[in-house]
C-alpha cells in the first residue's frame, strides 16, 4: 500500500463512491446521505491520532463518536489501504488487527471480525485489492482474502480465499471467478 497524505486519502476516498454508485449524483448528496463517507474521514483521522504516540486515546475516543453518528465500528488499530467505500454502512464492523488493501467496496452488514481472545496477535482477517465484500458478509480469523475477490451477501468465509475467486455460502465455498476485469460488479448467478 502506497503511502499517501491524509488529506489525498480523504480525497480518494471521497471520490470512488462516483464511480462506483450509479445513485450518486452529486458531492452534496454524497456529503449529506452516505454515512459510509464520514466514517471513512472519521476512521482516516482516528488511525492517524491512534499511531501517535501521546494521542493513542484521542484517536479511540473519535473512533466511538463515529461509531455513534454513522453506525460504523472501525478499530482505529486497522490498516486500510486507498479509495475505500462502505456503501449502506450501517452495522459494519472492522476490528483492531484488520488490514485492507486498495480499491475496497463493501455493503452494510459486513464483519472482519476476530476469532480469539488473544492480546497482541493478528486476529482479523486481511483483505487484498480490488475486492468486494457483499452485504452481510462475515470475515473472521487470521486468514487471507486475495485480490480481486469477492464475497457474496450473508457469506461466512473462515479459511483463505485465493486470488481471483469468490466466496459464497454458509460456511462459504470458494468458486473461480471468471472475469478480473469486473472486480466491484456483483454477480448474483454465482
Not at 1 to 10: A, D, F, G
Not at 118 to 134: D, F
Not at 136 to 143: D, E, F, M, Q
Request: glycine letters at 8%; aromatic letters at 8%.
Amino acid at each position: 500500500m502506497e503511502k499517501l497524505s491524509l488529506l489525498k486519502q480523504i480525497k480518494e476516498d471521497f471520490l470512488m463512491p462516483f464511480e462506483e454508485d450509479p445513485a450518486i449524483r452529486s458531492k452534496i448528496e454524497l456529503l449529506f446521505n452516505y454515512p459510509g463517507v464520514w466514517a471513512i474521514v472519521h476512521y482516516r483521522i482516528a488511525h492517524k491520532l491512534y499511531n501517535t504516540k501521546w494521542f493513542k486515546v484521542l484517536g479511540r475516543l473519535l473512533s466511538g463518536i463515529s461509531q455513534f453518528l454513522t453506525c460504523v465500528d472501525i478499530h482505529p488499530g486497522a490498516v486500510i489501504g486507498r479509495r475505500f467505500f462502505i456503501d449502506h454502512a450501517m452495522g459494519v464492523v472492522i476490528g483492531e488487527t484488520a488490514v485492507i488493501g486498495d480499491n475496497v467496496m463493501m455493503y452494510h452488514q459486513v464483519t472482519l471480525g476476530g476469532v480469539s481472545l488473544e492480546r497482541n496477535v493478528k486476529r482479523h482477517p486481511t483483505i487484498g485489492n480490488n475486492v468486494v465484500l457483499g452485504t452481510g458478509a462475515k470475515v473472521l480469523g487470521n486468514i487471507r482474502i486475495g485480490d480481486n475477490c469477492k464475497v457474496g451477501a450473508n457469506s461466512v468465509v473462515v479459511k483463505d480465499v485465493a486470488d481471483n475467486h469468490t466466496a459464497v455460502g454458509i460456511p462459504a465455498v470458494i468458486k473461480a471467478r471468471i472475469n478480473v476485469n469486473e472486480a466491484h460488479v456483483i454477480d448474483y448467478q454465482i
